[in-house]
């Protein structure tokens, strides 16, 4: 079984930054996409951002220019770095070891427990 952990969240104040680490261990495959999602309360869960094990990138236009996706492979981490954070931006942040943009995301796996980040002066 995979394990997936996020780490990194917490309270900022708006124009801060944070950096989120997701930790996939056990048997994994390396080819996965990896991403993150995020859900506020009373809203949808909602792609925030993906990498392809190649390196190449997509963001959800509320945060291109803001938000950086990477990942270790070597590692089976991927980063989020957050700058420039919004109050909009609050909400619990989910790593995903496998996206699989043709499934919603309740009938996705892979899921780590979430970190709170809340942006709030």
């Known amino acids: 079984q995979v394990q997936v952990v996020e780490s990194g969240g917490g309270l900022v104040q708006p124009g801060g930054s944070l950096r989120l680490s997701c930790v996939a261990s056990?048997?994994?495959?390396?080819?996965?996409?990896m991403g993150w999602y995020r859900q506020a309360p009373g809203k949808q869960r909602a792609l925030v951002a993906v990498?392809?094990?190649?390196?190449?990138?997509n963001y959800a236009d509320s945060v291109k220019g803001r938000f950086t996706i990477s990942r270790d492979n070597a590692k089976n981490t991927v980063y989020l770095q957050m700058n420039s954070l919004k109050p909009e931006d609050t909400a619990v942040y989910y790593c995903n070891a496998n996206v699989n943009r043709r499934t919603p995301w309740w009938a996705q796996d892979y899921w780590g427990q979430g970190t709170q980040v809340t942006v709030s002066s």
């Open positions: 990498i392809a094990s190649d390196g190449i990138t």
């Open positions: 056990g048997s994994f495959f390396s080819g996965n996409a």
